[in-house]
C-alpha cells in the first residue's frame, strides 16, 4: 500500500473522527449487550461447531440442498464466481427484467456482482441505507456490518441531492426520509430481489438472516422471484447452531443485543419462486486447508475491524480488499489472489486484539503470520535474515559498526534524535535510544554456575533488543532475581528468537531458530526460563512448538522448555508478595504490552509486582492494553501510522497526571519513551525488572 494512500486516510479529519469515535463507544455498547451471556462459552461453541460443520461439508451441503428443494427452493451450486454471476444473470433474464432491487450482501461484493449486471443491462438497487450511498458513491463499503461508515451526512447529503435531483438537508431524518421515499418504488415495482443469507440451516432447508433495516424483508418477500447468494461455509447442521450465531453476531458486530428483524425463509411464498445460489469460490478448497481452515469459520461480524487500531487510522479501504478487518487480510488471498494480499498483508501490527474478540475464536494474527510465508519476498531476504539471525558474530559485527555510525546523530544526552536521508522522517517526534557500546552478553564474563539444589535456578533469555540496546535492563533483571531467591544464569549461546524471521515470511528459518534455541536452553538443568520481552516469552512458549509440530526430535523438547518459560513479573509476583516488607515509593501508571496481555494471558501479575513494589495502587490509563505502535519493525516500515497510535497511548499516559509509567516489553520502552521525550513530555518509561531492583536495593 502506497505511503501516499495512507497519508491521505490519515489526513482525513472525518474519517479520523468517526472511526475513533466508533471504537470509543463500541466496547462500552459490547460490554453491555453481553451482560449475562458467557461470551467465552459462547465462542467456543461456536468455533467447534464450524469447524465439525467444514470437516463435514460435502455432506451437510447435499443434505441442505435436498431439503430446500423439498421445500420448493431451486438450489445452484457454483463452483467458481463466474458461474455464480452467470446463473444469477440468467435467472433475472429469463424473468424478462431488466431492474431488481438488493439487500445487503458481502458475498455479492466478493464476485462484484452489481458491475457484472449492469454490464448484462440489469440494473440493481442497494436498498441497504448504508449500501445505497457507496453504490452513488461509485465505492465498495469500508466494514462488513457499517459499509458507509466512511461518510460525513455533508457527503451523503451531496449524494442524495444529485440522485434525486432536488436539495437535501443534511441531517439524519431528513436523510433516512429520502432514503425511505426513494427507495420505496423499487421495492414496489421490482419483480426481482437479491439478498444474501447469515446462514443454511442443513437439516430443513431453511436460510437466515439477521438485519437492522427492513429492507431485508422487503427484498426477499414482496418480489415475485428471490435470488439468495451464499457462501457455503454458512451451511450449519441445525437450528441449535444457527441460534448461536444469531446470538453473538449482533453483540460482537455493533454492540446490540439482537438486531431489529431476525428472518428464517424455507422455501418460497405462494406463487413465487426462490433461488438459492451457494458460492464456491475456493471455499471447498480452503476447508480441506489443514492451516488456514479456519478462517471460514467467520462469521461476519466485523468485531475484528472494530477494535483494530490499524483500521482505525486508515480505515477499511485501505486496511483490506472486499473483506475489510484482520479476516479480510486472511480471506483475501484465497478469494481474490495473493496479489490483492501482498501489500495489505503487511498493515498487520500484529496486537492480537482481534484474537481477543473474534466471534469463532479464529487465531487471525497467526494465520496473518503464516500467510506472509505466501508472499512474495525480496530475492536476498532469507539469505540476509537467515545469515545474520543465525551467526551471532556476524550480527554483533554489524551491530558493532552500527554503534560507531550512530554517533553523528546523537544528541548530548546520547539518543538519536535525527536519522539520516529518507530515514529522517520515520523517526520526527521521537527520539532512539543508541545501541550499547557494549551488549549484555559481553559483560556477563562469569560461566554459568551448576545448580545448588538449594534454590530455584533461572535461565535468563534476554531477547535481541534488551541486550543490545537496553543492557541495563538485563543486569537489573539478573540482580532482582537473585535478590528474590533465585540462581540466575544466562546462557550466552542464545539467538534472536525468530520472531523477525516469522514476522517476515520465513518460516523455515523461524524454525531453524526454534531448533538452536531449544538447543541451547535444553542444554542446563533450571526450574524456569525467564523472559523481560513478551515477544520472546510468546515466541518460546507458543510459536516454538508450532513452529516444530511435526519434527518428532524436536517438538517433544520444544514443550519441555515451553513449559519452564515465565515473563519476569509472573515470577517476580510471588516473591514480592512474600517479602511482607513495606515498600513506598510513588504511584505509576502501566500499560500492558500485546504480546504479554493477549499473548500470554500475563495481566494480573506486572499489577501485583508494581504495587506490591511502590506501596500504592497501579494508576490506571485509559485502554491500558492498546497498542503502543511498536510492533518490532512495524514502526520503522509504517511509520506514519506508527506515530498515530503512539499518540493515542501518548494521550492516555498523560492523562493519569503520574511521572511514571511502568512497561514489560523493551520494544514498548523504545516505542513511549521517544515519543514522550520527543514531544518533551517528564513522564519517565521504566521496565518493571529495573523499577523492582532499585525499590529492592533501598529494602
Known amino acids: 500500500m502506497s505511503k501516499k494512500i495512507i497519508r491521505q486516510k490519515i489526513n482525513n479529519a472525518f474519517l479520523r473522527q468517526a472511526l475513533a469515535a466508533f471504537a470509543k463507544q463500541y466496547p462500552a455498547a459490547r460490554t453491555a449487550a453481553f451482560e449475562g451471556t458467557d461470551f467465552e462459552g459462547l465462542r467456543e461453541r461456536i468455533s467447534s461447531s464450524r469447524k465439525a460443520a467444514l470437516r463435514n461439508l460435502p455432506d451437510l451441503l447435499e443434505e441442505f440442498r435436498t431439503n430446500a428443494e423439498k421445500s420448493g427452493a431451486t438450489v445452484h451450486l457454483c463452483a467458481t464466481s463466474q458461474d455464480a454471476l452467470t446463473t444469477i444473470r440468467d435467472i433475472i433474464q429469463g424473468k424478462d427484467v431488466d431492474f431488481v432491487v438488493k439487500s445487503k450482501s458481502m458475498t455479492s461484493e466478493e464476485i462484484h456482482l452489481n458491475p457484472f449486471l449492469e454490464k448484462a443491462g440489469i440494473r440493481c438497487l442497494e436498498t441497504d441505507l448504508g449500501e445505497w450511498i457507496i453504490q452513488l458513491a461509485g465505492e465498495r463499503p469500508s466494514h462488513m456490518v457499517l459499509p458507509a461508515i466512511h461518510k460525513n451526512r455533508q457527503e451523503v447529503a451531496d449524494l442524495f441531492s444529485r440522485e434525486t435531483g432536488y436539495t437535501c438537508r443534511p441531517d439524519i431524518p431528513s436523510l433516512v426520509e429520502t432514503a425511505r421515499t426513494t427507495l420505496r418504488d423499487g421495492f414496489l415495482t421490482a419483480r426481482v430481489g437479491i439478498s444474501g443469507a447469515n446462514l443454511a440451516i442443513a437439516d430443513s432447508g431453511t436460510i437466515g438472516l ?302 531453524d531458530m526454534a531448533r538452536l534455541n531449544t538447543e541451547i536452553l535444553s542444554q542446563e538443568q533450571a526450574d524456569f526460563v525467564v523472559t523481560i520481552c513478551p515477544t520472546c516469552t510468546v515466541s518460546l512458549k507458543h510459536d516454538f512448538p508450532k513452529l516444530l509440530e511435526g519434527d518428532p526430535d524436536w517438538h517433544p523438547k520444544s514443550l519441555d522448555l515451553a513449559a519452564k518459560v515465565f515473563n519476569f513479573t509472573e515470577l517476580a509476583a510471588g516473591k514480592i508478595a512474600a517479602l511482607r516488607k513495606p515498600m513506598a515509593g510513588k504511584a505509576v501508571s502501566y500499560h500492558d504490552a500485546c504480546h504479554l496481555k493477549r499473548g500470554c494471558g500475563v495481566y494480573r501479575e506486572p499489577r501485583k509486582v508494581v504495587e506490591g513494589i511502590t506501596g500504592q495502587p497501579v494508576v490506571e490509563m485509559e485502554d491500558s492494553d492498546a497498542c503502543c505502535g511498536f510492533g518490532g519493525s512495524y514502526a520503522f516500515k509504517q511509520p506514519e501510522i506508527s506515530r498515530e497510535i503512539l499518540k493515542k497511548k501518548m494521550a492516555a499516559i498523560t492523562a493519569t497526571g503520574v511521572d511514571t509509567v511502568v512497561v514489560d516489553c523493551p520494544g514498548c520502552k523504545m516505542q513511549i519513551e521517544g515519543g514522550l521525550e520527543g514531544a518533551g513530555s517528564p513522564v519517565k518509561v521504566e521496565h518493571s525488572a529495573s523499577l523492582v531492583v532499585e525499590r529492592l536495593r533501598a529494602l
Not at 486447508?289 to 487500531?309: E, H, I, M, Q, Y
Not at 551471532?392 to 554503534?403: E, G
Open 210 to 511: 439477521v438485519s437492522n433495516e427492513g429492507n431485508a424483508r422487503l427484498v426477499t418477500t414482496l418480489p415475485e422471484t428471490h435470488i439468495a447468494l451464499i457462501g457455503m461455509e454458512k451451511v450449519v447442521p441445525s437450528l441449535a447452531e444457527a441460534l448461536d450465531i444469531i446470538t453473538i453476531l449482533p453483540k460482537n458486530a455493533t454492540g446490540q443485543k439482537i438486531t431489529s428483524y431476525v428472518s428464517f425463509i424455507k422455501g418460497p411464498s405462494p406463487g413465487r419462486n426462490l433461488h438459492i445460489v451457494l458460492l464456491d469460490n475456493g471455499r471447498r478448497e480452503l476447508a480441506r486447508d489443514l492451516r488456514f481452515s479456519d478462517a471460514l469459520t467467520c462469521v461476519k461480524c466485523g468485531a475484528c475491524a472494530n477494535v483494530c487500531p490499524i483500521y482505525e487510522i486508515v480505515g477499511g479501504h485501505v486496511f483490506g480488499h472486499i473483506y475489510v478487518g484482520g479476516i479480510g487480510l486472511v480471506l483475501t488471498p484465497f478469494f481474490h489472489g495473493n496479489e490483492k494480499a501482498r501489500e495489505i498483508l503487511g498493515l498487520c501490527i500484529g496486537c492480537r486484539r482481534c484474537n481477543d474478540i473474534c466471534a469463532a475464536k479464529i487465531d487471525i494474527e497467526g494465520l496473518i503470520l503464516d500467510l506472509r510465508e505466501r508472499a512474495v519476498k525480496l530475492p536476498a531476504q532469507k539469505t540476509l535474515i537467515g545469515a545474520f539471525m543465525k551467526n551471532r558474530r556476524l550480527f554483533h559485527s554489524a551491530l558493532r559498526a552500527a554503534y560507531f555510525a550512530q554517533k553523528p546523530f546523537q544528541g548530548k544526552d546520547g539518543r538519536i534524535r535525527h536519522l539520516p536521508l529518507v530515514l529522517c522522517g520515520d523517526t520526527a517526534g521521537r527520539s532512539l535510544p543508541p545501541i550499547a557500546e557494549r551488549p549484555f552478553h559481553d559483560q556477563v564474563t562469569e560461566p554459568s554456575p551448576p545448580g545448588t539444589g538449594v534454590r530455584e535456578k533461572i535461565l535468563f533469555f534476554s531477547g535481541c533488543l534488551a541486550d543490545f540496546v537496553f543492557p541495563e535492563i538485563c543486569r537489573d533483571t539478573m540482580e532482582s532475581l537473585e535478590m528474590l531467591g533465585y540462581e540466575v544464569a544466562f546462557p550466552k549461546g542464545q539467538l534472536c528468537c525468530g520472531i523477525p524471521a516469522r514476522y517476515a515470511g520465513e518460516m523455515e528459518i523461524a524454525r
